[in-house]
């Protein structure tokens, strides 16, 4: 499975970006078949899952991110986006996209190999 994430960069707080994730199935996770998830990590801190699409295309954020970012997906594509809207320098990331498997209330990602992930940079 590869996972391609695009669209990140620099941009003054309040601003917008859009994230894509290409993603490539396997006979173990065909993409329209699976939740995805967009991820972000920052200096010094954990990954962290801030939004979740389901099949279904039912959606879920973050707290952090609730109201600003809109998730969705385009299953003819493989691909998984994210809307940034009214950024904040507490944004600021690599941001990842994954395969989710969900377990007893909660989403992980299913896979190890998480591609090398799209900067986003938020500047006050």
């Known amino acids: 499975v590869q996972l391609q994430a695009s669209g990140g960069g620099l941009v003054q707080a309040g601003g917008s970006l859009r994230l894509s994730c290409a993603a490539s199935g396997s006979m173990f996770s065909v993409f329209s078949l699976n939740a995805m998830g967009w991820y972000r990590q920052a200096p010094g801190k954990q990954r962290e899952l801030v939004a979740t699409?389901?099949?279904?295309?039912?959606?879920n954020y973050a707290d952090s991110v609730k109201g600003r970012f809109t998730i969705s997906r385009d299953n003819a594509k493989n691909t998984v986006y994210l809307q940034m809207n009214s950024l904040k320098p507490e944004d600021t990331a690599v941001y990842y996209c994954?395969?989710?498997?969900?377990?007893?209330?909660?989403?992980?990602?299913?896979?190890?190999?998480w591609g090398q992930g799209t900067q986003v940079t938020v500047s006050s």
């Open positions: 994954n395969y989710l498997r969900y377990y007893s209330g909660n989403y992980y990602a299913r896979f190890d190999s």
């Open positions: 699409i389901t099949s279904g295309g039912s959606t």
